[in-house]
């Protein structure tokens, strides 16, 4: 079995609040209401702050994504998403 298989045995990798980026298309898998099966919920590239964390078959990590430009709140795995960087927290470190 896959070693994500288990990722409640960890702390989450990411916090409420966090600026995230998706990594992979993520489409309506039939769990999102309202939406077609299929239809593209959020975009490669796409950026957004994690609004809640819950929990998928008592396995998974499942971080809510509030996707700004959108308006909509995705669930999303932790493989699917990566940290964005704050821009101004970095330059302002850098000018220390």
């Known amino acids: 079995m896959p070693s994500d298989e288990f990722e409640l045995d960890e702390p989450p990798v990411f916090e409420?609040?966090?600026?995230?980026r998706v990594r992979?298309?993520?489409k309506n898998d039939g769990t999102f209401p309202g939406q077609e099966i299929g239809k593209v919920l959020a975009n490669i590239g796409d950026v957004g702050y994690v609004a809640s964390i819950g929990t998928f078959l008592q396995r998974f990590y499942i971080y809510a994504?509030?996707?700004l430009h959108t308006g909509l709140i995705v669930g999303c795995r932790a493989k699917e998403l990566e940290l964005v960087e704050d821009q101004d927290r970095e330059s302002h470190a850098a000018q220390k």
């Open 16 to 20: 409420i609040g966090d600026k995230v």
């Open 24 to 26: 992979k298309l993520i």
């Open 65 to 67: 994504v509030h996707f």
